[in-house]
């Protein structure tokens, strides 16, 4: 998978299943899944009032078909491959010399061209697109990535990574980090008010401000009161 990465392998693959978030394609055994955002204009599911269940009854037409795909995230721990179908339409040497242009720290604004779970698809000039990951869209928590954009806005983001031939972007790093801050206003020992905004098997995540959370660790909480 990582060799079909770096050679820009173009295959025609079955479309096996769908979920609202996309498709689900089967690749020498292995099951993989293709974003609605990784599919070519043609294919995507125009629904103005963004209704997942008819988002959900147009990917469905496209299974059992075949597609042209690519494969450009592969990660081994979690058994997990992402397709892409725009990837497909464009040659190796073509994206390369795009690639090219683009240098770690540069500062860059593109469109958003998709949300899903795990970050935000960007497309910058010449075609090329990136993605941020969750963990660089906010200094703060990001459960939902849909509530930070939405297709088709103008963004600015910085380039923290190019790496065969994928770009990878951060939106926070264009923010101040709440944390420089921080750090200069609180030490041990202080008592602050904050807000829970999450729990998890470990405690509460606490927030004492926009951007900096710490968590209170269950065995902290006194008793089950508490």
């Not at 392998?9 to 020498?28: F, H, P, S, T, Y």
């Not at 491959?81 to 242009?101: N, P």
């Amino acid at each position: 998978a990582e060799q079909a990465i770096k050679d820009k392998r173009i295959m025609d693959l079955v479309v096996k299943d769908a979920n609202k978030g996309g498709l689900i394609i089967e690749w020498q055994g292995m099951s993989g899944f293709l974003p609605a955002s990784q599919l070519k204009e043609d294919k995507y599911p125009r629904i103005e009032d963004g209704d997942k269940d008819k988002i959900l009854r147009e990917l469905k037409k496209l299974i059992g078909k075949r597609i042209s795909v690519s494969i450009i995230s592969a990660i081994p721990k979690e058994g997990k491959l992402i397709f892409s179908e725009k990837d497909g339409g464009s040659s190796k040497e073509t994206k390369e010399v795009a690639m090219g242009t683009y240098s770690v720290g540069d500062e860059v604004e593109g469109t958003v061209t998709g949300v899903v779970e795990f970050g935000i698809f960007i497309k910058l000039s010449d075609g090329v697109e990136g993605l941020v990951h969750k963990s660089e869209i906010d200094w703060g928590l990001v459960e939902d990535t849909k509530a930070h954009a939405r297709v088709g806005d103008k963004v600015k983001a910085k380039i923290i990574e190019v790496k065969d031939n994928k770009i990878s972007l951060s939106l926070k790093a264009l923010k101040e980090n709440p944390w420089k801050e921080a750090a200069k206003k609180y030490k041990k020992g202080d008592e602050v008010a904050g807000v829970v905004i999450k729990f998890n098997k470990h405690g509460a995540l606490v927030s004492i401000e926009e951007g900096v959370a710490g968590l209170v660790h269950v065995s902290d909480f006194g008793d089950e009161a508490k």
